[in-house]
């Protein structure tokens, strides 16, 4: 092995040191967040009503008379006419509600919930106060539920699905909550998504001083 090739990995080694540290605390911080994290799903025990609805976001709405449903769940299926070869989906809007209490261990923590999808431009409610938006419909979202939740009491989850306004497929794309729902708990020191807030940065490499030469 030539000099210079051994000059040059002693001075990388402490960088590949470093960076192997650095490695395992993020596994150890990603090992504390799984440990941490509580997710449910609650696909069941929506209620859904088509047309829009007003008010529906709120608490006090009565919404004894909405059909009971589970998701995923598609409100154009019942518009859409098999028989007629020319018609694509018809398109449809709408409301899901869903009444829930806050599981056990779910207290004290960052709560959020997360839909895999929502065909399309979808406003997400939680005791009547917006929470969080998705415009497009094959993506999925989350929205923190923390400073909105009953702890002790009845929650009222509403989601507003709206595939009328703005048609945007060619094809039969559905309406509604076409995905799983989940309710996840996290330590507040985690981010929006579950995941630990920030990650080890690897140091930089020193600039190497240009040695000067006699002149």
Same mark, same amino acid.
């Given at each position: 092995? !030539?000099?210079?090739?051994?000059?040059?990995? @002693?001075?990388?080694?402490? =960088?590949?040191?470093?960076? @192997?540290? *650095?490695?395992?605390? &993020?596994?150890?911080?990603?090992?504390?967040?799984?440990?941490?994290?509580?997710?449910?799903?609650?696909?069941? /025990?929506?209620?859904?009503? &088509? %047309?829009?609805?007003?008010?529906?976001?709120?608490?006090?709405?009565?919404?004894?008379?909405?059909?009971?449903? *589970?998701?995923?769940?598609?409100?154009?299926?019942?518009?859409?006419?098999?028989?007629?070869? &020319?018609?694509?989906?018809?398109? +449809?809007?709408?409301?899901?509600? !869903?009444?829930?209490?806050?599981?056990? %261990?779910?207290?004290?923590?960052?709560?959020?919930?997360?839909?895999?999808?929502?065909?399309?431009?979808?406003?997400? $409610?939680?005791?009547?106060?917006?929470? #969080?938006?998705?415009?497009?419909?094959?993506?999925?979202?989350?929205?923190?539920?923390?400073? $909105?939740?009953?702890?002790? #009491?009845? *929650?009222?989850?509403?989601?507003?699905?709206?595939?009328?306004?703005?048609?945007?497929?060619?094809?039969?794309?559905?309406?509604?909550?076409?995905?799983?729902?989940? =309710?996840? +708990?996290?330590?507040?020191?985690?981010? /929006?998504?579950?995941?630990?807030?920030?990650?080890?940065?690897?140091?930089?490499?020193?600039?190497?001083?240009?040695?000067?030469?006699?002149?």
């Amino acid at each position: 092995m !030539k000099r210079h090739d051994l000059v040059s990995i @002693i001075a990388v080694l402490p =960088l590949l040191m470093t960076g @192997i540290a *650095n490695a395992n605390l &993020t596994e150890r911080l990603e090992g504390r967040f799984l440990k941490s994290r509580i997710k449910l799903r609650i696909d069941e /025990g929506w209620k859904v009503q &088509t %047309g829009n609805v007003s008010g529906a976001q709120a608490t006090t709405f009565d919404d004894a008379s909405w059909t009971p449903t *589970n998701v995923p769940h598609d409100m154009s299926i019942t518009l859409y006419k098999a028989t007629d070869a &020319t018609t694509t989906d018809p398109g +449809a809007l709408g409301w899901y509600r !869903k009444h829930f209490t806050l599981p056990e %261990g779910f207290a004290g923590k960052k709560v959020i919930v997360q839909f895999d999808g929502v065909y399309h431009d979808s406003k997400v $409610y939680l005791n009547g106060t917006q929470v #969080g938006n998705q415009q497009y419909g094959y993506v999925s979202f989350y929205c923190d539920l923390t400073p $909105y939740l009953n702890v002790t #009491g009845d *929650n009222v989850l509403a989601v507003f699905v709206d595939n009328q306004t703005v048609r945007n497929s060619r094809w039969y794309s559905g309406t509604g909550i076409f995905r799983h729902v989940w =309710l996840i +708990a996290t330590d507040k020191s985690m981010s /929006g998504t579950g995941a630990p807030r920030s990650r080890p940065r690897l140091p930089q490499p020193r600039k190497r001083r240009s040695a000067s030469r006699p002149t």
